[in-house]
């Protein structure tokens, strides 16, 4: 197995990546009034968890600032999947992609705590 050189070779990268993109998608038909709220919030902690995933990688030498900087992406995912329960209950969107990004951020978290109780996997 080839050692992953760039962030962008990481699965979790990747599946945040296009979760990021996915809700940016999806809030451009939420209401204007949510513009510099719900949809800001909701951008903002998903485009998150990416780019603290590209700041661990690049810690990743230091074992305790990489497993920091994936707690922040832990964080930021999870505050996404709050921003979701919002947009459901505000019914901006429907069940069916709530659950589909519900669960991609489940597997998001799950890859970042896997990670994180293994920073010596990560190092060089």
Same mark, same amino acid.
């Given at each position: 197995? $080839?050692? +992953?050189? %760039?962030?962008? $070779?990481?699965?979790?990268?990747?599946?945040?990546?296009? =979760?990021?993109? *996915? +809700?940016? #998608?999806? %809030?451009k038909?939420f /209401?204007?009034?949510?513009?510099y709220? @719900? %949809?800001?919030? +909701?951008? #903002?902690?998903?485009?998150?968890?990416?780019?603290?995933l590209? $700041?661990?990688?690049?810690?990743? #030498?230091?074992?305790?600032?990489?497993?920091?900087? @994936?707690s922040?992406?832990?964080?930021?995912a999870? *505050? %996404?999947?709050? &921003? @979701?329960?919002?947009?459901?209950?505000?019914?901006?969107?429907?069940?069916? /992609?709530? =659950?589909?990004l519900?669960?991609?951020?489940d597997? +998001? @978290? =799950?890859?970042?705590?896997?990670?994180?109780?293994?920073?010596?996997? &990560?190092? &060089?």
């Amino acid at each position: 197995m $080839e050692k +992953i050189k %760039t962030h962008r $070779e990481l699965r979790v990268y990747q599946l945040s990546f296009e =979760a990021g993109m *996915e +809700i940016f #998608r999806m %809030t451009k038909s939420f /209401p204007k009034e949510e513009m510099y709220s @719900l %949809t800001d919030q +909701i951008r #903002r902690s998903s485009r998150s968890v990416s780019g603290n995933l590209a $700041e661990a990688f690049r810690k990743r #030498r230091y074992p305790k600032h990489f497993v920091s900087k @994936l707690s922040d992406c832990e964080g930021e995912a999870a *505050e %996404t999947q709050v &921003w @979701l329960d919002y947009a459901l209950e505000c019914q901006y969107i429907n069940q069916e /992609p709530y =659950a589909k990004l519900n669960d991609k951020y489940d597997h +998001i @978290l =799950a890859m970042l705590i896997n990670m994180a109780t293994k920073p010596e996997s &990560w190092s &060089w």
